[in-house]
């Protein structure tokens, strides 16, 4: 990449690590969740660079650790530092509280303090002094999610000419709803100062081309396909949706390693003559788990044939633990599970397992490959990886996948998934049942045609169509180094 002058620049909340104490000495560990499952590989020696927030506003000297994590990535790392206001505002508030409930349709979950957007604008600015001054003109800035909508419009102030694209990982809302948000306008114009604007569906795309044509009589959507063009005075912006993938290949190696096979086996030996059902999902209230576990309770009570033939295995991965509502909801969950589990448990058997920790990839691999079915019932999600991995790590093929039709991967995945309302106890319940029944040669249909697609719209897809209309560029144009230096002088 550094051959031909040119470079990706990805920009997110977080860097892909995490910067933590532990007891006298500052470490380093890779970060977790979809945007870094997704980024990562692909910017891995390409010389890319990304930049983001730590996750500490402990003054420290992040460079030297930075620079040391960027030998093992193989990529530039460059922090972007917050204060503890700014975390208060901007990250728990502004991001948290305002941006996260209303994208995925939960306005009542809002809080719509004005202070939290002021500091989102100021650290939206942050972002974009240090890109500015981390950036030169051959540059392509990738700008990630909902927490920085608004560093386009700073970074136009100093860099007038810069490349920007825009990728929104989660879903936008229904015109209905984004018009309760306070600062509707002021977003809307932001997100059209970038030169692309990417959404994970078609669905998600819509109701951002509806809520511009409605707050914005001078804006004209024309085209169709995959990329659109939205036309305001001044300037013009493309839209498009970009379903974003997973290494499909690396998956699915992965999954047939003797360490995931024997994994898997374990499991299995442990629950005999069960089929194991599984679910794993962030702690958070969009992905409906007490919901979910209400669904399980009412097959177990409709079907009793189930009983002493499944073992439903929960993971939750920890996430936002300090916020009361997510403590609140891991409560509920673990109140849920107990109940369910006192209600129907007979003499070896309890059919809620519950796990609540951040798996090691091996292990949540060998969950994926020992699972017969999967539950992904989120009341509501940009794409969700996990029912992809699921698929791709089902080499044997005869897996079925149980997908609530809010999730984007549904858009994908609907023909072959067993598709359902989150919302809806008894029909989740009929769906768990009918993948408990179905006959190998049904399974078997359905999850060759799940694997096809999304071998074939993997990661790789996904960055490519997204590059060539941002930028006209392609993977290819970022080619592997074949000794990864790190260039690591400040401009
Ligand atoms: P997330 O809400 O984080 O991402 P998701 O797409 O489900 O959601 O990705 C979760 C990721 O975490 C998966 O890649 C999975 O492998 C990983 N993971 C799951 N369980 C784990 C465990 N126990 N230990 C370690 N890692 C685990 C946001 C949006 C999604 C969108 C992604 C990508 O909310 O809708 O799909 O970005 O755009």
């Not at 500052?26 to 927030?53: D, E, K």
């Not at 941006?99 to 809002?110: E, G, K, S, V, Y």
């Not at 699921?390 to 609907?414: K, P, T």
């Amino acid at each position: 990449m550094q051959t031909r002058g040119i470079r990706l620049v990805v920009v997110s909340n977080r860097l892909p690590v995490v910067v933590e104490r532990n007891k006298d000495e500052w470490r380093i560990r890779p970060g977790s969740g979809g945007l870094v499952t997704a980024l990562a590989p692909i910017l891995r020696n390409r010389g890319g660079l990304w930049i983001g927030w730590s996750g500490s506003s402990k003054k420290i000297d992040l460079r030297s650790m930075l620079d040391t994590a960027s030998q093992k990535t193989g990529y530039v790392l460059r922090p972007v530092t917050l204060t503890e206001e700014d975390i208060a505002n901007f990250y728990y508030g502004f991001s948290n509280e305002v941006m996260w409930p209303i994208f995925h349709d939960l306005q009542t979950r809002c809080n719509f303090v004005p202070a939290y957007w002021y500091q989102y604008l100021s650290v939206n600015k942050k972002f974009a002094k240090v890109i500015a001054d981390q950036t030169g003109k051959n540059d392509y800035i990738w700008i990630n999610d909902y927490h920085l909508m608004h560093v386009a419009h700073n970074l136009r102030e100093k860099r007038k000419k810069l490349k920007i694209g825009f990728f929104l990982h989660i879903p936008f809302p229904p015109m209905d709803i984004f018009l309760k948000l306070p600062w509707r306008a002021q977003i809307l114009r932001a997100l059209l100062e970038y030169d692309l604007v990417g959404f994970q569906t078609l669905r998600d795309r819509r109701n951002f081309i509806h809520c511009v044509q409605t707050l914005m009589p001078d804006a004209h959507a024309r085209g169709k396909g995959q990329v659109i063009t939205v036309t305001v005075p001044g300037r013009t912006v493309r839209v498009g949706t970009f379903p974003i993938s997973i290494d499909f290949k690396d998956f699915a190696q992965q999954a047939a390693s003797k360490k995931v096979s024997d994994g898997a086996w374990y499991f299995h030996e442990d629950l005999p003559d069960r089929q194991i059902i599984l679910s794993v999902d962030r702690l958070d209230y969009t992905k409906g788990i007490p919901e979910r576990l209400e669904a399980i309770r009412n097959a177990l009570l409709r079907f009793p044939d189930m009983h002493l033939k499944v073992t439903f295995c929960q993971v939750v991965v920890p996430s936002r633990e300090e916020v009361p509502e997510y403590q609140a909801l891991k409560a509920q969950i673990e109140q849920l599970v107990g109940e369910i589990n006192g209600q129907f448990t007979k003499s070896g058997w309890a059919p809620i397992h519950y796990i609540y920790r951040s798996l090691k990839r091996d292990e949540l691999l060998a969950y994926y490959r020992a699972a017969e079915i999967v539950l992904v019932t989120p009341l509501k999600d940009g794409m969700n990886l996990v029912a992809k991995e699921y698929c791709a790590c089902n080499i044997e093929e005869n897996g079925v996948i149980v997908l609530s039709e809010f999730a984007g991967a549904a858009a994908q995945l609907q023909k072959y998934a067993l598709l359902v309302n989150p919302y809806d106890v008894e029909g989740v319940a009929d769906a768990i049942y009918r993948a408990f029944t179905m006959n190998r040669d049904e399974r078997r249909t359905r999850m060759k045609k799940l694997r096809q697609s999304i071998r074939k719209h993997d990661i790789f897809w996904w960055l490519n169509s997204f590059l060539s209309a941002a930028f006209t560029k392609h993977l290819d144009d970022f080619p592997l180094l074949d000794e990864y230096v790190p260039q690591i002088e400040m401009k």
